[in-house]
């Protein structure tokens, strides 16, 4: 299934955006993955949080499957259900198998990345009580309908078993729904109508160059025999964008309507997911063999972890992060023609003046930690503790001074 999404996949060399079909894709990491699933659960409580992450893995997964298989030669419904699951695989979700008709049935879940990812991570320390996998409880649903040739909206999915809460497998349980709804989700043409014109950055032809070597090599990854990827020192997904845009605005729109005090709170929660992936992501991709085998040998020259942070950014589909100004220990400057939150929200909601590109607040934060307080030259492993070390007393903060959502001619974050 890897060939079916590099031959309908495309990318906008400016912006660094890529997409499959009509939905634009981006590539993260477990740790991201799994701080962002709780802080939408701890904001909105467990229930409700499910419910918000799995209408958003539904709506993105339905814009992803249903303009796939529109593309392709008739499928009977068996066939357009072992392509769905073969998708799923090769982004690094996991394995499913699908036991389902018109009017419902289940499908059972083998390794999904968040709830093995969930157990791996803090399973030895931490009972888990509700099901981890609402992404692939919104895949399953869409998967039904598109299979079927269902309206919009008709199916839903429950996880009723999850290897995070101590089964060996994952099950799901798929039942009509009553309702239906419109066609959704922020699309490719809408991503075109709202980007602002691009521009360089420092030291443009290096990060350029290192991005397009990382993102061919991207292109070759895909899911091993248990759907999942695992390079760099962590588990990967490529994972719709608008699943992580759908849910942070919902999650801030719920929070701002009922607990309007709470609000800074949830956003630096969601800074701080984006500080996680770049710890962990960058700085994983940077210390791996791959990197060295790809680009270059880590010297501890602190705007090589710079330049490099900002390739990987670009490669991974974040968008065109490009450096402004860098003072070593003091100061890092970086601006971007919009970033894969910012056009999201432009294209969704009317303008305001908030910035919306928490990744990009807590990643660029991120990179100082990386550029100043790791020491590469003894090549650390980058653990859970080593974060939470390094976490502790940071001596820089972020702020986003522009954002396209915010009607800006382009997204900024300042760290000093």
């Known amino acids: 299934m890897l060939s079916l999404i590099n031959d309908n996949r495309s990318h906008l060399d400016q912006h660094d955006f890529q997409f499959v079909a009509q939905s634009q894709t981006v590539y993260h990491c477990h740790h991201f993955n799994l701080f962002w699933d ?3 659960d701890d904001a909105l409580g467990n229930e409700r949080g499910i419910a918000v992450r799995t209408k ?62 969930w157990r791996e991570k803090y399973g030895a320390h931490i009972k ?30 429950n996880e009723t078993i999850c290897i995070a809460m101590g089964s060996e497998r994952c099950e799901f349980e ?48 895909s899911g091993d025999k248990r759907g999942l990827i695992e390079a760099f020192g962590v588990m990967v997904t490529q994972q719709w964008s608008n699943y992580y845009n759908f849910t942070v605005n919902r999650t801030l729109d719920i929070i701002s309507e009922e607990k309007p005090d709470a609000i800074e709170v949830a956003k630096e929660l969601f800074r701080e997911c984006g500080h996680q992936c770049g710890f962990h992501t960058f700085g994983g991709i940077m210390l791996s063999p791959e990197w060295e085998a790809l680009v270059e040998p880590l010297n501890g020259d602190p705007l090589q972890i710079i330049n490099g942070s900002l390739a990987i950014s670009r490669a991974l589909g974040f968008g065109h992060w490009s450096l402004e100004a860098y003072e070593p220990e003091k100061l890092l400057v970086l601006r971007s023609p919009a970033t894969y939150e910012s056009v999201y929200r432009k294209a969704a909601y009317p303008v305001d003046d908030n910035g919306c590109c928490y990744l990009y607040q807590g990643a660029a934060l991120a990179m100082m930690q990386l550029a100043h307080r790791v020491n590469w030259k003894e090549k650390p492993t980058l653990s859970n503790s080593l974060y939470l070390e390094l976490r502790q007393g940071v001596p820089w903060r972020v702020e986003e001074s522009h954002c396209v959502a915010a009607g800006n001619s382009m997204c900024r974050v300042v760290v000093e």
């Open 128 to 157: 888990r009580h509700h099901p981890a996998d609402a992404v692939a409880a919104g895949y399953v649903a869409a998967a039904t309908e598109a299979a079927f040739g269902l309206p919009l909206g008709s199916i839903e999915c």
């Open 174 to 221: 798929v039942h009509q729904s009553g309702e239906t709804n419109p066609a959704f989700g922020v699309t490719k043409e809408d991503v075109m109508g709202v980007i602002p014109k691009s521009f360089p950055g420092l030291h443009e032809e290096h990060i350029s160059g290192v991005a397009a070597g990382l993102r061919k090599f991207l292109a070759d990854v």
């Open 56 to 117: 958003a893995a539904y709506e993105a997964a339905s814009q992803f499957l249903n303009a796939l298989i529109s593309a392709m030669p008739p499928t009977t419904p068996e066939e357009r259900l072992d392509i769905a699951s073969s998708l799923f695989s090769a982004m690094g979700h996991g394995n499913l198998e699908f036991q389902v008709t018109p009017n419902g049935g289940k499908a059972i879940g083998y390794n999904l990345h968040y709830g093995l990812a």
């Open 38 to 40: 709780q802080t939408v």
